[in-house]
């Protein structure tokens, strides 16, 4: 199993400030402690079980390009990007450059967008639940077609595209991996079994119910389930002293026995010395190997 840290929050000790040297920090001990991935939000305000709106909060994709020159293995990505937020030529261009600049470590993660406050606050683009996700669907072709050698016209309900170029390509081939954040049974893991590389799924005891539905679409659409990379959102909580160790370890075990790859979730503490040092000396040498 991998593990992939999430970084959700950004209201740290000192401020803003220093928050580039810290967030650098994090990273760079992150990818030595052994984890696979690192992510961000794609959001512009905090999200309410974790602060309040006014905390500090970081746009995703500048932050990746941060990171991405603080880091040399660990891929990026955010969990999930709103579909909305940007239009689907310029956000393959996005996470095209991220691509290129870190060397191919970049995925694409997406998703149909949830949270209306934050829109109208800032006056970003927040349509119905289901025209959300008649964008997504369409995002998702546009990206594939982008990066394919077709740079013909995308012409689709809700975008058209003259000339779908991307130069340069990914260096990811046949492009970044595509993962789908979410859970509804009738759409989102639909469009995993149709469309991604990878499913992001919280993990909650339905967890394995969901897995099944996933399963059943694959089987439906003439797809590999296997070919799916079966990511879980967890949170890790080692305690102040790595009281919660072994209970981590025994779930990750757990999630790996329902067919999880990736447990990929935000770390309490990250930013205080020894926490991502307890993770890479006794949480991640555990699990490499189910």
């Known amino acids: 199993m991998k593990l992939?840290?999430?970084?959700?929050?950004?209201?740290?000790?000192g401020g803003p400030n220093?928050?580039?040297?810290?967030?650098?920090?994090?990273?760079?001990?992150?990818?030595?402690?052994?984890y696979d991935r690192v992510s961000v939000m794609d959001h512009v305000w905090q999200i309410g079980h974790l602060g309040p709106p006014e905390h500090e909060m970081l746009e995703a994709y500048t932050t990746?390009?941060?990171l991405a020159a603080k880091t040399?293995?660990?891929?990026?990505l955010t969990v999930v990007t709103a579909?909305?937020?940007?239009?689907?030529?310029?956000?393959?261009?996005?996470?095209?450059?991220?691509?290129?600049?870190?060397?191919?470590?970049?995925?694409?993660?997406?998703?149909?967008?949830?949270?209306?406050?934050?829109s109208r606050g800032l006056g970003l683009f927040f349509p119905s639940t289901a025209e959300r996700f008649e964008r997504l669907e369409e995002a998702l072709q546009i990206c594939q077609q982008m990066w394919s050698d077709d740079d013909g016209p995308y012409e689709g309900k809700h975008y058209r595209l003259a000339r779908t170029l991307n130069s340069p390509q990914s260096l990811s081939r046949p492009h970044p991996p595509i993962l789908i954040g979410g859970a509804g049974e009738r759409k989102t893991l639909r469009l995993v079994a149709q469309y991604a590389d990878a499913c992001n799924i919280f993990d909650t005891p339905e967890l394995p119910h969901k897995l099944e539905v996933l399963r059943?679409?694959?089987?439906?659409?003439?797809?590999?389930?296997?070919?799916?990379?079966?990511?879980?959102?967890?949170?890790?909580?080692?305690?102040?002293?790595?009281?919660?160790?072994?209970?981590?370890?025994?779930?990750?075990?757990?999630?790996a026995g329902l067919g999880i790859e990736v447990?990929?979730?935000?770390?309490?503490?990250?930013?205080?010395p020894g926490?991502?040092?307890?993770?890479?000396?006794?949480?991640i040498p555990a699990v490499a190997d189910i």
Not at 19 to 31: F, Y
Not at 72 to 76: A, W, Y
Request: glycine share 10%.
């Open 4 to 13: 992939g840290l999430h970084i959700p929050d950004f209201t740290w000790d």
């Open 18 to 34: 220093s928050l580039r040297d810290k967030l650098g920090d994090v990273a760079a001990r992150a990818e030595q402690a052994g």
């Open 64 to 66: 990746l390009g941060y």
């Open 72 to 76: 040399e293995r660990v891929k990026l």
């Open 83 to 118: 579909v909305v937020y940007r239009e689907p030529g310029l956000l393959a261009k996005a996470v095209t450059t991220l691509d290129v600049l870190s060397g191919g470590r970049a995925m694409l993660g997406i998703g149909a967008a949830w949270n209306e406050e934050e």
């Open 216 to 255: 059943e679409h694959c089987e439906r659409l003439g797809r590999d389930y296997d070919q799916i990379e079966k990511t879980a959102q967890v949170r890790f909580d080692l305690g102040p002293n790595g009281e919660r160790v072994k209970q981590t370890i025994e779930h990750l075990h757990e999630l």
């Open 263 to 272: 447990a990929h979730g935000a770390l309490a503490n990250v930013s205080k």
């Open 275 to 283: 926490t991502l040092e307890l993770m890479a000396e006794r949480v």
